[in-house]
């Protein structure tokens, strides 16, 4: 099993309609996680920080599953801006840095 | 006012060449880091440092060797470039070594060996 794993995608999504996409990691020792987003040729730029209890930040909602290990992210009300790669990061205490490959996000007008 | 930035931005050069990329970070961060991202899109660390000593280095080869004359820059120097260095190179800094701190990139250096 891959350490952390998202599906490619992409997910093409109409306006306005809610998508949510989770990751799996393989190591139960992780101890933090986080959604980035990149835009296509562009930099990964931090989305949201996930936390134990879930969180929310405007129409996007992260949620940490320890039990079955995944973390997943949803957007409602979706926007042509939404449209992009989101990559799951999970970060180990002995401070190793996983990225996942990415979920494409394709917003149609 | 760029927080993280690289140079070059592109880099095209041959096969066996050496080359270098610098990265500065002017956010007064402790720890700045190297990513490869394929063409397939999949990042991967590199290399780590935390006020100038070396805190990850995955295994990368030896071509590759990461200078860090201070806290604030972080350069890359490729010896005996190969066809499959070709991808986007990123730096990005943290505050320091927290596991739940939040990595700032720089915009990337697409490099394409030849």
């Known amino acids: 099993r891959k350490e952390v794993e998202q599906d490619p995608g992409p997910f093409n999504v109409p306006e306005g309609a809610t998508v949510a996409f989770n990751c799996t990691y393989s190591?139960?020792?992780?101890?933090?996680f986080f959604w980035y987003r990149q835009d296509c040729r562009k930099e990964p730029k931090l989305l949201m920080s996930?936390?134990?209890s879930g969180n929310e930040d405007g129409r996007f909602t992260a949620q940490l599953n320890r039990a079955s290990q995944y973390i997943s992210l949803l957007i409602r009300d979706s926007k042509l801006s939404d449209s992009a790669t989101y990559l799951c990061?999970?970060?180990?205490?002995?401070?190793?840095?996983?990225f996942g490959k990415g979920t494409r996000l394709h917003i149609l007008p | 006012d760029t927080a993280v930035s690289q140079t070059p931005k592109y880099l095209v050069t041959q096969m066996g060449n050496d080359k270098s990329i610098k990265c500065e970070q002017n956010?007064?961060?402790?720890?700045m880091y190297w990513y490869k991202q394929d063409s397939k899109k999949f990042l991967k660390i590199m290399f780590s440092?935390?006020?100038?000593?070396?805190?990850i280095n995955e295994t990368v080869p030896n071509r590759f060797s990461p200078k860090s004359p201070d806290k604030a820059h972080l350069n890359l120097h490729i010896n005996s470039l190969e066809l499959g260095d070709s991808a986007v190179y990123f730096c990005?800094?943290?505050?320091?070594?927290?596991?739940?701190?939040?990595?700032?990139f720089g915009p990337g250096t697409r490099l394409l060996v030849l």
């Open positions: 956010l007064g961060h402790d720890t």
């Open positions: 996930v936390y134990s």
């Open positions: 190591n139960s020792a992780s101890q933090s």
């Open positions: 990005a800094s943290s505050p320091g070594l927290a596991v739940q701190e939040t990595q700032y």
């Open positions: 440092y935390n006020n100038k000593e070396l805190i």
């Open positions: 990061v999970v970060m180990h205490r002995d401070d190793k840095i996983i």
